[in-house]
């Protein structure tokens, strides 16, 4: 299981062998050393794409000649079907290996809610949240909460984002986590069957595609 609270050292860090070493200690303790990665650079930023780890680097210039992680992506890929993988070639594109349970130490034991309508503040335990394969868009809406910000359409899909105190050692630290959720591209009497109320109604049901961590922005 990986604590979301033990990547948020890494983030700041240039790419460096001491970086690949600590990522692969975070994913995995039994690794030494994160494989090579694929290295890809856009104008505004690189990314190191760990498939064997399942998570993918992005670096962005802090200065001119200085890339600083910026961000990590843990991806969740769909199960292969049995023709697809049977039909797989040594020419298919690398895939990102599953992921562990992903687990969120919440640093506040329970969430407060302000008075309404002259009544006291109301108060209910916030248990940890773990995350496996299967956790679905409700299911982590649920723990965090709305999210401060969501979007659907594009490259990107639905997503939905949070900032969120979690322990860190003795102490606590807020980090920002971006979901984005796997559309099963269903349609017909399937998609009616899931829902009818547009896509944020379908989408709750949807397992999870990708977790972003970053540093929230500073305001």
């Known amino acids: 299981m990986i604590s979301l609270s033990s990547l948020v050292p890494l983030l700041g860090l240039p790419p460096s062998a001491e970086l690949s070493a600590s990522l692969a200690r975070a994913l995995s303790p039994e ?7 694929e290295i890809k650079t856009y104008p505004d930023a690189t990314y190191h794409n760990y498939y064997a780890l399942g998570v993918s680097l992005c670096f962005r210039p802090a200065s001119p000649s200085i890339l600083v992680l910026d961000s990590i992506d843990i991806f969740n890929p769909p199960s292969p079907s049995p023709s697809s993988s049977s ?14 349970p992903l687990l969120l130490p919440f640093a506040d034991p329970e969430v407060v809610l302000p008075p309404r309508k002259g009544e006291g503040e109301v108060r209910y335990p916030r248990p940890d949240l773990v995350v496996v ?29 949070w900032v969120v105190a979690l ?8 980090v920002g986590v971006m979901l984005e959720l796997s559309d099963p591209k269903s349609d017909g009497e399937e998609a009616k069957a899931k829902g009818v109320g547009g896509v944020w109604d379908r989408a709750a049901g949807w397992p999870w595609a990708s977790i972003k961590v970053f540093r929230p922005t500073k305001k």
């Open 31 to 37: 690794a030494k050393a994160a494989n090579i990665p």
């Open 87 to 100: 039909s797989t070639t040594s020419r298919s594109k690398p895939t990102y290996a599953p992921p562990p």
């Open 133 to 161: 394969r299967e956790t679905t868009g409700r299911e982590v809406v649920r723990a965090l909460g709305e999210p401060s910000r969501k979007g659907a359409g594009g490259w990107v899909g639905v997503w939905l984002e």
């Open 167 to 174: 322990r860190m050692g003795e102490g606590r630290v807020e």
